[in-house]
């Protein structure tokens, strides 16, 4: 398991690096920067101690030769300032196009994925690696290139230096500074341990919060808050203990390494005036050690948690990864032609379909439907209506058997073609923010504004419509949530409208519509269906009693097929759920 | 703000020892270039080793001393902070439990949850950096500033000069960065609608084939978004190199100054080592001060958030709890259920949602209550049991007003069944428990019969001992909405409401379940919101409600002649015969 964690670590740096090839000359430009930054940064504190050893005392300043020095001090700062700042700004660039070279092939995988994966993961999971772990990954980065190698290149530079002035004294602070990073590191593996029971303990009260708040209205309908309250109590007393423990320990770090860093200094302190004292170094020095014992230290705390935040990274980039690597559909068959104009003949030929190969769905499914013809969907909810549809749109690929649309296997059409000759209004009405126009015109982006009003008024959505604020320029929030559930799907229906495809698969609504809109909806679902073939998941009985075929579903199944008069002298199911709203 | 800071009343001592410590800690730190600069200017010059050997130890003396002051420090506010979110947290709990259901529809449960979780973690690690880091950061810049004016005042006005030059650029960038960051932020959100949008509308998009469209569409404000992070990035990208440029000019111009001084005999080369190590001190300190600005203005934000929700107080007064309560002296001989003239109107809504409801219901009947979304039912039937208070008019049980009641005491005669099913992680048990908290395993048995839910249970093996995970996920829609019905029904309630609750259900099942409840309990006054005709129409009184108002009152027969929204529901759900 832990290999197979190596191997997908190894891959993905792979294939972050050949992203970030794209910008292999930006990536070598940053690196010289950082280069130049850093030996700056280190000469800096050398000509201070230069300059400090031209201040010896009353009378002994040697005032030109400081000028001089203060002079290069100056220009090492301009440069040191200037580029480090290019640096920064070129690891940005180099860091957002990156990840949104990432991000937008994602995005545009996830538009070839199959309904079936799609179907079969949360949305929310597949958002939050689009979004969530691209934006942490590029936060590593990020901090990956500013700061890896540029600390890397300090702690070298800093050695390098050091061993220039006095190799002794180097020898002192090399000794002494793992004891820093040993600490650091015995105190996080200590804090670990409190962490873990910190962050269960803290998911424990989450989802208590989530199950009780959440639900806070049955929580008050049976007077269940101070059990609640009890709950709540018990679990934050012991959150309390875990995380005073969590929050002190790590908190020892800081100080601990600080400390560490002082005896550094004090070392080198010491063992430096005894060096000067023999002669073997100026004051001037002393103090560039001093500067530098302050500072080398601080690249190794960075690094490891650099080194954190990568592996954190590296982590989010392969959950993207993942996404983009899965299979997207079936290509389209080679010799797939363009549906012109369906004649409306749809005939479905020995189909079998499951979403799960252990469990059969739909078995030996035959039907034959003449153009023009009306084919109600009934059935308990669940029962896997939705799947025909599926099946229809070519959203899934039948097991066996196949399903022609005007004499020809959907399967031998471009998907585009074959959708195109569908109009489908789904009960699950999606808007997408942007203006009422916008929506109208989704399947015809061209149409001319009479068409869209022209649509509207037929899906008698044209009143409310102007009733808006802004007419039909009125900007809808996401999954239109500025309107009612009714005016939802009479502007779905204006968009079917609009293009008027030979097919259409509709989808009743069960409930939570007002009368009177149900009304309207039904007059254009009417207008709508003249003349053309349609299938329709139905709820509403007088529907499925027009309808030309009833095919009756159950538990995934089809059970009974046929017109409402033969199935009632079947006696079968469809006679039972018929009757049984007669009962009481 | 203010009134979260009461959490910390508990810990006074805590807070105040914390930030004294490190404040302590911090002069310690302040005399090491001090020490440094006697270092330098006696033991070197006397080529005294002893001396030297003597300061070393004063060094390592000056940091264990701070380290132990440092860690007193982190262990008081650790134990201050999580105290405070102790606290904090468990009152906060307690809170939204007592807001009702107005509150809770205003503010929203997904917000209320996180203002639980996040926001007071958030705040806690505020707290906690506030005590530790807050006092110390400018101590070090004043301090490094005091005890450069001790060693020599003409060096020292360079601090003076350069202090307020850092600060000025530190906060400056911050300032112009920080609403900023706040633009990318809701560009980013503006991407992710975009995402979760071409997610659930999948089968729309692709049925109107517009892949393209979308992928350009999302190109176009992910580029926006890098746009705006690319200018963001450049700005902050300033901190580093300008306050670099600062701090190295005000040292060399403190070597300038010193090296005059040095030469007049006023300072020593030590002391100007000490001067040097001042300055960088200050830079070190002023970006520490400038990244705790930027966490403890997001706690601070996080603070916000939660204080509004305390603000927030609950609109249902119980008088149990504000005068002793009174004697729930129940009347006889009045109707069970009484709206007199009710109007009612949800918080900030500009027309009222129920107005003139006015209903008599005695002691057994069935209620059914009929009408398009928005209509009201659900209102109206949550009025019942006090969830909201009426605007006007009244709502009496038993022939009292429900506002007069204590609130459990009301509640307790009513068994609610919502319109979603919720049941709660735990055994099938401690599910039907919610109803009543004492009921035997029989009389849940009873209740499961009568919910016809007994059957599914009984196929699952594992009786009252089932296993129910968290929003009931392993269970199918119809048997949730059937457990939560013989959850209602275990407190053997004397009025039982159902919202709703029978949507999942197959029509037979449906008609079972209202036929077993109907002879099960002949003295319980029952409401059926619904959407569907059949399941009603046998009610005493159906109540069809239009927009809010009573459209009509009566039996299905009565109302089939003389109300044209219910013949207007009936006939769009059956046939003409059937409604007959």
Redesign the interface.
């Known amino acids: 398991m832990v290999n197979a964690r190596m191997k997908k670590h190894r891959s993905a740096v792979k294939r972050i690096l050949d992203y970030i090839g794209a910008y292999k000359w930006l990536v070598l430009f940053s690196l010289a920067l950082a280069a130049v930054t850093v030996a700056a940064t280190l000469y800096a504190p050398i000509l201070i101690g230069r300059s400090v050893d031209l201040i010896l005392g009353p009378g002994q300043v040697d005032f030109t030769g400081l000028l001089s020095i203060l002079k290069q001090i100056v220009m090492v700062v301009a440069i040191t300032a200037l580029t480090q700042w290019l640096m920064n700004h070129i690891n940005n660039q180099i860091t957002y196009r990156v990840v949104q070279d990432i991000r937008v092939k994602a995005f545009n995988h996830m538009q070839t994925l199959p309904l079936s994966y799609l179907d079969s993961h949360q949305s929310g999971d597949i958002i939050s690696r689009v979004i969530a772990d691209i934006d942490q990954f590029s936060e590593g980065l990020l901090m990956g290139f500013t700061q890896l190698f540029t600390g890397v290149l300090t702690i070298l530079g800093t050695l390098g230096f050091m061993l220039s002035v006095n190799p002794l004294i180097t020898l002192v602070v090399v000794v002494v500074t793992p004891l820093s990073l040993w600490v650091a590191s015995y105190i996080a593996k200590k804090t670990f341990t409190m962490f873990k029971l910190q962050s269960e303990t803290r998911g424990e009260l989450t989802s208590l919060v989530d199950e009780m708040v959440g639900n806070e209205k049955v929580v008050q309908a049976f007077g269940y808050e101070d059990d609640a309250q009890a709950r709540f109590e018990e679990i934050n007393q012991r959150l309390r203990g875990y995380s005073l423990r969590a929050i002190f320990f790590s908190s020892i770090t800081n100080p601990a390494t600080r400390f560490v860093n002082s005896m550094v200094y004090a070392s080198v302190g010491v063992a430096g005036a005894f060096a000067a004292i023999h002669g073997f170094l100026t004051v001037g020095q002393l103090s560039i050690f001093l500067s530098y014992a302050n500072q080398y230290t601080k690249p190794f705390n960075e690094i490891s948690g650099v080194v954190t935040e990568l592996q954190n990274a590296l982590a989010c980039a392969a959950r993207v990864f993942e996404l983009i690597d899965e299979p997207s559909f079936i290509p389209e068959n080679s010799d797939a032609v363009d549906l012109k104009e369906a004649d409306g003949s749809v005939s479905l030929d020995h189909v079998a379909f499951s979403y799960v190969p252990e469990i059969p769905l739909i078995e030996n499914l035959n039907l034959d439907v003449k153009p023009g013809q009306r084919i109600a969907i009934v059935g308990p909810t669940g029962c896997g209506k939705t799947t025909i549809i599926n099946l229809l749109m070519r959203f899934y690929d039948v097991k066996s058997g196949s399903i022609q649309v005007s004499g020809t296997d959907i399967r031998h059409l471009t998907r585009k073609s074959l959708r195109t000759n569908y109009g489908m209004v789904l009960q699950e009405t999606w808007l997408k923010s942007g203006t009422i126009r916008e929506n109208i015109a989704y399947g015809k982006p061209d149409a001319a504004d009479e068409e869209i009003i022209k649509a509207a008024k037929e899906a008698h959505a044209d009143s409310f419509i102007r009733r808006m604020p802004q007419g039909y320029d009125t900007v809808i929030s996401e999954d239109g949530g500025n309107l009612s559930q009714g005016q939802k799907q009479l502007l779905c229906i204006a968009r079917v409208m609009l293009c008027l495809p030979p097919m259409l698969i509709l989808d009743e609504a069960t409930s939570s519509i007002d009368t009177r809109t149900e009304i309207r909806i039904q007059k254009a679902f009417a207008k709508m269906m003249e003349g053309r073939t349609s299938f329709i998941v139905a709820h509403r009985l007088s529907t499925i009693k027009e309808a030309d075929v009833i095919l009756v579903m159950k538990d995934g199944h089809i059970i009974e097929q046929g017109t409402h008069e033969v199935l009632l002298e079947k006696q079968g199911f469809y006679a039972n759920l018929y009757n049984s709203q007669f009962a009481v | 703000m203010k009134r979260l800071l009461r959490y910390l009343k508990d810990y006074k001592l805590e807070s105040v020892l914390g930030p004294l410590f490190k404040m302590l800690?911090a002069s310690f730190e302040l005399f090491?270039p001090l020490v440094?600069a006697q270092?330098?200017d006696i033991?070197?010059r006397n080529?005294d080793?002893s001396y030297?050997?003597k300061?070393?130890g004063v060094?390592?003396l000056?940091?264990?001393v701070?380290?132990t002051c440092?860690?007193t420090a982190?262990?008081f506010?650790?134990?201050a902070?999580?105290?405070f979110?102790?606290a904090l947290?468990?009152d906060l709990?307690?809170h939204?439990?007592?807001?009702?259901?107005s509150e809770?529809d205003a503010i929203g449960?997904a917000t209320?949850?996180t203002r639980?979780?996040s926001d007071v973690?958030q705040v806690?690690s505020g707290v906690?950096l506030t005590l530790?880091l807050l006092l110390r950061s400018p101590f070090i810049v004043f301090g490094a500033m005091i005890m450069a004016f001790t060693v020599n005042a003409r060096a020292a006005m360079v601090f003076a000069v350069a202090i307020p030059a850092l600060s000025l650029v530190v906060f400056g960038i911050m300032t112009v960065s920080m609403p900023l960051y706040k633009k990318v932020q809701r560009q980013?959100d503006t991407?992710?609608?975009a995402?979760?949008?071409?997610?659930?509308?999948?089968?729309?998009?692709?049925?109107?084939?517009?892949?393209e469209?979308?992928?350009a569409r999302?190109?176009e404000s992910?580029?926006q978004?890098?746009r705006f992070?690319?200018f963001v990035?450049?700005i902050s990208?300033?901190m580093?190199?300008?306050t670099?440029?600062i701090i190295?000019?005000a040292?060399?111009a403190v070597?300038?100054i010193?090296?005059?001084q040095?030469?007049?005999?006023i300072i020593?080369?030590?002391e100007?080592?000490a001067l040097?190590?001042y300055m960088?001190q200050i830079l070190v300190e002023l970006i520490k001060l400038a990244n705790l600005i930027v966490s403890i203005s997001k706690a601070l934000a996080c603070a916000n958030r939660i204080s509004l929700v305390f603000e927030q107080e609950t609109s249902i007064k119980d008088p149990s709890k504000e005068d002793g309560g009174q004697a729930a002296a129940s009347l006889k001989d009045v109707p069970k259920v009484q709206f007199n003239h009710v109007n009612f109107a949800y918080k900030n809504a500009k027309a009222d949602s129920l107005s003139g409801i006015d209903l008599k219901v005695e002691k057994g009947q069935t209620i059914g209550i009929i009408?398009?979304?928005?209509?009201g039912k659900s209102t109206l039937v949550n009025l019942i049991?006090r969830?909201y208070d009426v605007r006007e008019g009244a709502v009496l049980v038993d022939g009292k007003d429900v506002r007069q009641y204590g609130?459990?005491e009301l509640?307790?005669k009513?068994g609610?069944v919502?319109q979603?099913a919720?049941l709660?992680?735990g055994t099938l048990r401690d599910n039907m428990k919610?109803?009543r908290p004492d009921a035997s395993d029989e009389e849940i048995y009873h209740a499961l019969d009568m919910a016809q839910a007994r059957e599914f249970v009984d196929e699952k093996g594992k009786g009252l001992e089932l296993s129910i995970e968290?929003?009931g996920r392993n269970l199918?829609?119809?048997q949730r909405q059937r457990l939560t019905i013989a959850?209602a029904l275990v407190r053997n309630p004397e009025i039982l409401i159902m919202d709703?609750s029978a949507?999942?259900l197959?029509?037979?099942t449906d008609?079972a379940l209202?036929?077993a409840i109907q002879e099960g309990t002949k003295d319980m006054t029952v409401f059926i919101v619904s959407?569907?005709a059949?399941t009603i129409r046998?009610a005493d009184q159906i109540l069809v409600l239009?927009?809010g108002a009573l459209a009509g009152l009566g039996t299905h027969r009565e109302l089939l002649e003389n109300c044209q929204?219910y013949r207007?529901?009936c006939l769009?759900?059956?046939?003409r015969e059937?409604v007959q």
Request: glycine letters at 10%; a positive charge; hydrophobic letters at 40%.
């Open positions: 800690e090491v440094m270092i330098i033991g070197i080529r080793m030297i050997m300061m070393g060094l390592l000056l940091a264990a701070g380290l440092s860690l982190q262990y506010a650790a134990k902070a999580v105290g979110s102790t947290r468990n709990f307690r939204i439990n007592s807001l009702s259901y809770q449960t209320l949850i639980m979780t973690n806690q906690n530790r980013l991407v992710t609608r995402t979760r949008e071409n997610l659930t509308g999948v089968r729309v998009v692709r049925a109107f084939n517009r892949q469209s979308e992928m999302f190109e992910n580029g978004l890098v992070q690319v990035g450049k990208a300033l580093n190199p300008v670099y440029v190295n000019l040292i060399a070597i300038w010193s090296g005059k040095v030469d007049a005999g020593t080369q030590g100007t080592v040097v190590n960088s009408g398009g979304t928005g209509s049991p969830f609130l459990s509640r307790d009513i609610v919502p979603k919720v709660f992680k919610w109803g968290q929003n199918s829609g119809g959850r709703d949507s999942a197959d029509f037979a008609a209202r036929k959407q569907r059949t046998n239009d927009d929204v207007e529901i769009s759900q059956l046939s059937e």
